[in-house]
């Protein structure tokens, strides 16, 4: 028997779509039933109690969550959401209700013990319920109390050898697309930069020492599978700048109807027999490419690297071999002043262990905004505030047009004073001896 009636939620327990509802309920069921025997250290009832206050949020169209919550574990200065219900009395099992954010391997593979081991945890110093992942790509435990953070903490740290994540202004948990690992389009191995980059700015991301958040995704081509050119402050998007490579062979039995285009992505529905002159070579933004005499040609030097026709068709396509990646920069929500997605910073640069290079833009990115950077105030509104000019200042690259998707209409242009001969100070007694007043 349910602690309490949710007749409004119970209505999404109908439908296709696995239900939220109906597992939070099997959830709850067992830990009444408590089969494990176990010892548990946060209210047994807390998912009776979730259910209850979420019913009542249905009914009154307003959250029961107070303001805010400042919690967390010695040592770091995130990680840890805190949550207070602002019905404790009505709902006791949710008076805490605290997120943990714990650090998940980069491209989210597990095995199941690992898996096990971190709901037994879980089971039983949290509430059992989780979020996975969150959208940074935190695995997330939903819901425990404040006694029991360290505890988890410790638990997470010297049995599972398994670290918090990110939160406040400092360096979120970094994410990528699973890459190298399930992927021929990858030009990098995104796993292993994003693992290595989180262990080397462990501090960063523990301790928060920035002006606000900045995140880091790791896209291993332009298909942009982790959307880091939309959700990170620095995002990385592999690409190449050798020739698609090309198997004319291959090429004839997508022609031929042997080969699905786009690996059969639009089989649900009949378009007709493929044709390679509508579906690819019409829409390649630039028009470089020719299909004659039953050979496709691609012109380099034209090509901007949009994926489209190696997505269209993969058994004949692939990325160059000179590989490496692009660094875009200053992605982030509306607020303050309005959303902005990555810019381009460096158009091409290698991804070879021990990143060194590129560790030389971020630490020179970062220096910049700790000083600069006002409070709360994200890279990509700096970059508004300061000027795109002052980014390749201080970080040491050159401008090129590709920097740019169009330049400048307003002609309210700022120049260096060394750069105009004569520099500013004048004398207008000089101007005057040939222009009287
Ligand atoms: C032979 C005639 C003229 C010449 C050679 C001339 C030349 C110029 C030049 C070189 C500038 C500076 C542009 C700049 O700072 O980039 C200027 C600005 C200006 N001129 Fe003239 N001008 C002439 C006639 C006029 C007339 C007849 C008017 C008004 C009825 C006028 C109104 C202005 C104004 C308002 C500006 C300032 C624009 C701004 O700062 O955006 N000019 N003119
Ligand atoms: C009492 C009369 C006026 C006052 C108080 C006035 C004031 C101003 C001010 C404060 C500016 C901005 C200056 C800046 O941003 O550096 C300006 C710009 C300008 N004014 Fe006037 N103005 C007056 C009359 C006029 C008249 C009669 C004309 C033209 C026939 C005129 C044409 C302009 C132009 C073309 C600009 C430049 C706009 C720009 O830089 O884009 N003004 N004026
Ligand atoms: S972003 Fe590109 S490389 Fe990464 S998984 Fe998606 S398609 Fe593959
Ligand atoms: S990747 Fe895009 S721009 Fe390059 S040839 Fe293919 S369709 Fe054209």
Not at 197 to 226: I, M, S, W
Request: glycine content about 10%; hydrophobic content about 30%.
């Amino acid at each position: 028997m349910a602690k309490h009636e949710t007749p409004l939620i119970d209505q999404l327990s109908s439908g296709p779509w696995p239900s939220f509802v109906d597992d939070l309920k099997q959830e709850a069921e067992s830990r009444a039933k408590n089969d494990k025997n176990v010892d548990f250290q946060i209210p047994q009832d807390c998912v009776d109690d979730l259910l209850g206050v979420l019913e009542l949020s249905y009914k009154h169209g307003r959250t029961h969550w107070k303001h805010g919550g400042i919690v967390g574990v010695f040592g770091y200065g995130g990680g840890v959401i805190g949550r207070y219900c602002d019905q404790p009395e009505m709902f006791p099992g949710v008076a805490h209700f605290h997120t943990m954010r714990v650090s998940q391997p980069a491209g989210k593979f597990y095995t199941t013990k690992y898996l096990k081991d971190l709901c037994d945890l879980w089971e039983f110093r949290g509430s059992g319920i989780t979020n996975m992942h969150g959208s940074t790509g935190d695995i997330i435990f939903i819901g425990t109390t404040t006694p029991q953070l360290e505890e988890i903490f410790y638990e997470l740290t010297h049995t599972f050898n398994q670290d918090l994540g990110g939160s406040g202004s400092n360096l979120r948990t970094p994410s990528d697309c699973l890459g190298q690992a399930r992927c021929e389009y990858a030009c990098y191995d995104t796993q292993a930069i994003c693992h290595e980059l989180t262990n080397e700015y462990q501090d960063e991301l523990h301790r928060p020492a920035f002006p606000y958040k900045f995140k880091f995704k790791f896209d291993g081509c332009p298909n942009c599978c982790v959307a880091s050119i939309a959700r990170s402050d620095m995002s990385f998007i592999g690409t190449w700048r050798d020739d698609i490579r090309i198997d004319q062979e291959a090429v004839q039995a997508y022609v031929g109807g042997e080969f699905p285009s786009n690996a059969g992505a639009h089989a649900g529905r009949d378009w007709g027999p493929f044709d390679i002159e509508k579906e690819v070579i019409n829409l390649c933004p630039t028009g470089c490419m020719k299909y004659e005499d039953k050979k496709l040609m691609i012109n380099t030097k034209e090509c901007t690297r949009c994926m489209h026709c190696i997505n269209v068709m993969p058994r004949a396509l692939r990325p160059g071999n000179d590989k490496g990646c692009s660094i875009l920069v200053g992605a982030k929500a509306p607020i303050l002043d309005g959303a902005q997605m990555g810019s381009l910073l460096i158009p091409f640069i290698k991804v070879e262990e021990p990143y060194d290079e590129i560790k030389e833009v971020i630490e020179s990115i970062w220096d910049w905004w700790m000083e600069e950077g006002k409070n709360r105030e994200r890279l990509g509104e700096l970059i508004k505030r300061q000027g795109f000019q002052r980014l390749l200042e201080e970080t040491g690259i050159k401008a090129v047009p590709q920097h740019v998707q169009e330049p400048r209409t307003n002609p309210y242009i700022f120049w260096k004073e060394d750069e105009v001969p004569g520099g500013w100070e004048r004398d207008v007694n000089e101007f005057r001896k040939y222009h009287l007043r």
